[in-house]
T-cell receptor, first 115, second 113 residues
Framework: DGGITQSPKYLFRKEGQNVTLSCEQN?????MYWYRQDPGQGLRLIYY???????QKGDIAEGYSVSREKKESFPLTVTSAQKNPTAFYLC??????????????FGPGTRLTVT | ELKVEQNPLFLSMQEGKNYTIYCNYS?????LYWYRQDPGKSLESLFV?????AVKQEGRLMASLDTKARLSTLHITAAVHDLSATYFC?????????????FGTGTRLTIIP
């Protein structure tokens, strides 16, 4: 089955620790995205990547880092510099073909709790 | 900066009633998307609207797009409890090479039996 997987589903960490969230897709999509969602809020873009080995900051990139070494994978590291990391993190992917709908498909999400 | 506003933010309605959610955006766009999110879950794509006057329907949901007014609507007909969810619109700016979407704040819809 084609889709996007995120792991783990739930993650608990102590303050001051870095943590890496996994996102893998087998849809052969070029573009991948990371969003953060706080309770009762919309989605805010953290980072996005349109091609392997290249990525751009989104609206709230401070305290986060990403890599895109493979087309299928776009891991997100939440560093200790992120002041309020507790949130629901969603990964998405889309095609970049000029004839495409650019529709983003979302993974199931990772709920991160930092205490 | 692109801004996407939805209203209402919260909507509680009785089963069987009709209602409309509005999505306004601040810049020209060539793609508008509607998503559904159930509590604690991810986002599910509902509609992609590509051009002025576009209308898409799926079951009791119908989405439309007016690019001149920079407005999209999501109309719910004869609501049923299963439609209770948060609905987001998202806009892709008409900026070649820019694949970013900007999401609205969402409308939390509760259908009361």
């Amino acid at each position: 089955d084609g889709g996007i997987t995120q792991s783990p589903k739930y993650l608990f960490r102590k303050e001051g620790q870095n943590v890496t969230l996994s996102c893998e897709q087998n849809l052969n999509h070029d573009a991948m995205y990371w969003y953060r969602q706080d309770p009762g809020q919309g989605l805010r873009l953290i980072y996005y990547s349109q091609i392997v080995n290249d990525f751009q900051k989104g609206d709230i990139a401070e305290g986060y880092s990403v890599s895109r070494e493979k087309k299928e994978s776009f891991p997100l590291t939440v560093t200790s510099a992120q002041k309020n990391p507790t949130a629901f993190y969603l990964c998405a992917s889309s095609t970049t073909s000029s004839s495409a709908l650019y529709e983003q498909y979302f993974g199931p999400g990772t709920r991160l709790t930092v205490t | 900066e692109l801004k996407v506003e939805q209203n209402p933010l919260f909507l509680s309605m009785q089963e069987g009633k009709n209602y409309t959610i509005y999505c306004n955006y601040s810049t020209t766009s060539d793609r508008l998307y509607w998503y559904r999110q159930d509590p604690g879950k991810s986002l599910e794509s509902l509609f992609v609207l590509l051009s002025n006057g576009a209308v898409k329907q799926e079951g009791r949901l119908m989405a439309s797009l007016d690019t001149k007014a920079r407005l999209s609507t999501l109309h719910i007909t004869a609501a049923v409890h299963d439609l209770s969810a948060t609905y987001f619109c998202a806009v892709r700016p008409r900026n070649f090479g820019n694949e970013k979407l900007t999401f609205g704040t969402g409308t939390r819809l509760t259908i009361i039996p």
